[in-house]
């Protein structure tokens, strides 16, 4: 009795390891399918953008919470990004857990900038690094979603993806 219930837990190890490939080939042709090009639309006339985003990684269950003037603008996950519509001059964002880290940007009229948070180790918890970044970084990262609403602050600014769609909609076409 034994030795078939090993026997039958063996054959269900090997059936399990012997379809994973085919698993893990679907899931990259679904990833690839999902994969398009995230679309930013530019900012409005006379004001400034910047997509915050961050990355997968350490701290995967923190978030980072961006603010600006101790007024929350939204919350980033792993794996998730939000544009937020400025005045042009300059604006001091801050993220906070056990520590707490700050970007200074000078926004400019009709120009799209790019910030990165990511989680580094710390004592109890994560430390928020919030630095500039680079379009192609932003380009680089595979699967970022927007944040959801609830994720989203008081403060102004935090484009909601009805807004985004709009703004996409009222883009001339690209010749």
Same mark, same amino acid.
């Given at each position: 009795? /034994?030795?078939? $219930? *090993?026997?039958?837990?063996?054959?269900?190890?090997?059936? +399990?390891?012997?379809?994973? =490939?085919?698993? @893990?080939?679907?899931?990259?042709?679904?990833?690839?399918?999902?994969?398009?090009?995230?679309?930013?639309?530019?900012? =409005?006339?006379?004001?400034?953008?910047?997509?915050?985003?961050?990355?997968?990684?350490?701290?995967?269950?923190?978030?980072?919470?961006?603010?600006?003037?101790?007024?929350? /603008?939204?919350?980033?996950?792993?794996?998730?990004?939000?544009?937020? *519509?400025?005045?042009?001059?300059?604006?001091?964002?801050?993220?906070?857990?056990?520590? $707490?880290?700050?970007?200074?940007?000078?926004?400019?009229?009709?120009?799209?900038?790019?910030?990165?948070?990511?989680? $580094?180790?710390?004592?109890?918890?994560?430390?928020?690094? /919030?630095?500039?970044?680079?379009?192609?970084?932003?380009?680089?990262?595979?699967?970022?979603?927007?944040?959801?609403?609830?994720?989203?602050?008081?403060?102004?600014?935090?484009?909601?993806?009805?807004?985004? @769609?709009?703004?996409?909609?009222?883009?001339? +076409?690209?010749?």
């Amino acid at each position: 009795m /034994i030795r078939l $219930k *090993v026997a039958l837990a063996m054959a269900a190890g090997i059936a +399990a390891i012997s379809s994973a =490939p085919a698993f @893990a080939a679907k899931a990259k042709s679904e990833e690839k399918a999902d994969a398009a090009p995230i679309a930013i639309p530019a900012p =409005p006339p006379g004001k400034g953008q910047i997509v915050f985003f961050r990355p997968g990684g350490m701290g995967f269950a923190l978030g980072c919470s961006v603010n600006e003037n101790g007024e929350k /603008i939204s919350s980033l996950g792993a794996g998730r990004y939000f544009i937020l *519509v400025t005045e042009p001059g300059t604006h001091q964002y801050s993220v906070k857990s056990e520590a $707490k880290d700050t970007l200074g940007l000078l926004v400019e009229s009709d120009e799209t900038q790019f910030a990165k948070c990511k989680i $580094k180790m710390g004592i109890v918890a994560g430390r928020p690094d /919030i630095q500039p970044a680079t379009e192609e970084e932003f380009r680089k990262q595979k699967s970022l979603k927007l944040v959801d609403e609830d994720d989203m602050g008081p403060a102004p600014g935090a484009l909601r993806p009805a807004e985004i @769609a709009a703004a996409l909609a009222q883009a001339p +076409a690209a010749e």
